[in-house]
Every structure is written in structure tokens, then in C-alpha cells.
């Protein structure tokens, strides 16, 4: 029995009712499906002018999904690698360097629960979140509180 072809179209819709997608990476998925006619960039900006596809609600859809992990340069690297647009990234920025300090402190208290004694351990637990993508200045805060915390306790 022959398998039914699934159209470009079905196929976008069915990516997108998983979760968002960035247009970049949506064309990259579509490709691989793409017949001899078929316009992959066309059938992109109908999904856009449909509003089925975001560059704002994949953006902010990200972020929610990074947050909880990664630090601001991370999470903007990796919007920059799908081509959003700079304007965006700049009020983007601006959301995520509010919480950045909570945040950093969030996941190291998950990975290490306590600061080290020594500076090895130290310098570890620093490399863990700078490689996370946590700025200097929110990991020196980070650690700084909880050390004040332990010490009260």
C-alpha cells in the first residue's frame, strides 16, 4: 500500500503545533521535504501573515524555555543564530537582566548547594555557570549572597 504524501503545508503545521519555530529553522526542517515547484518561502509568509508563525512568540517562547537554565549570553547567542531581529534582542536584553542574579543563583544552588571552601572549588563552580552563560557580575552576586546566608544561619 502507498504511503500518502504529506504537503509542505501539513507538514509546517504539524511542526508548529508542537511549538514554536523560528523561520529559519522552520525552512531548514521544510527543505529536506521540498519538491521540484515547491516555494518554501512563500508558503513561510503565508504561515506568518496567518499569524501561525511568531518571531516575537518563538523569541519569547525561548527565552521561557532557557531561562531557568542559562544566563542572558546564552540565551541571545542562540536568538542570534535564528536571525531574530536586533530590535527584538534589545528589548529581550533588557527583560532578562533583571533576574539574571536569581536566576544564576537558582541553577548553582541546584548543581552545588553550598560554596566551596577552597578557590579550586571556587573557581569551578564559577566556570560551571560562566560556560551557562551567566555574566561575571551576576555570579560574584550570586555566590556572594549565599555565602552572606550561610554565615547568618
Do not use: C
Not at 518571531?55 to 531574530?84: C, D, P, Q, W, Y
Not at 537582566?97 to 536569581?102: F, G, K, P, R
Not at 561575571?136 to 555565602?147: D, G, K, L, N, T
Request: hydrophobic letters at 40%; zero cysteines; glycine letters at 4%.
Amino acid at each position: 500500500m502507498a504511503k500518502l504524501q504529506v504537503s509542505l503545508k501539513a507538514r509546517a503545521l504539524r511542526y508548529l503545533s508542537g511549538r514554536e519555530h523560528s523561520r529559519q529553522e522552520l525552512a531548514r526542517k521544510l527543505a529536506r521535504y521540498a519538491q521540484e515547484g515547491d516555494d518554501i518561502e512563500a508558503l513561510l509568509d503565508t504561515l506568518t501573515e496567518a499569524n501561525f508563525m511568531s518571531e516575537t512568540r518563538f523569541s519569547e517562547s525561548l527565552v521561557n524555555r532557557r531561562a531557568a537554565r542559562f544566563g542572558n549570553s546564552r540565551i541571545l547567542s542562540e536568538l542570534k543564530s535564528h536571525n531574530i531581529d536586533p530590535d527584538s534582542l534589545t528589548e529581550i536584553k533588557a527583560g532578562l537582566v533583571q533576574d539574571e542574579v536569581a536566576r544564576a543563583r537558582e541553577v548553582w544552588l541546584r548543581k552545588f548547594g553550598t560554596v566551596a571552601t577552597d578557590a579550586n572549588g571556587r573557581a569551578k563552580q564559577m566556570r560551571f555557570l560562566l560556560q551557562r552563560g551567566f555574566s561575571h557580575r551576576a555570579i560574584q552576586a550570586a555566590m556572594r549572597v549565599r555565602e552572606e546566608n550561610e554565615v547568618d544561619e
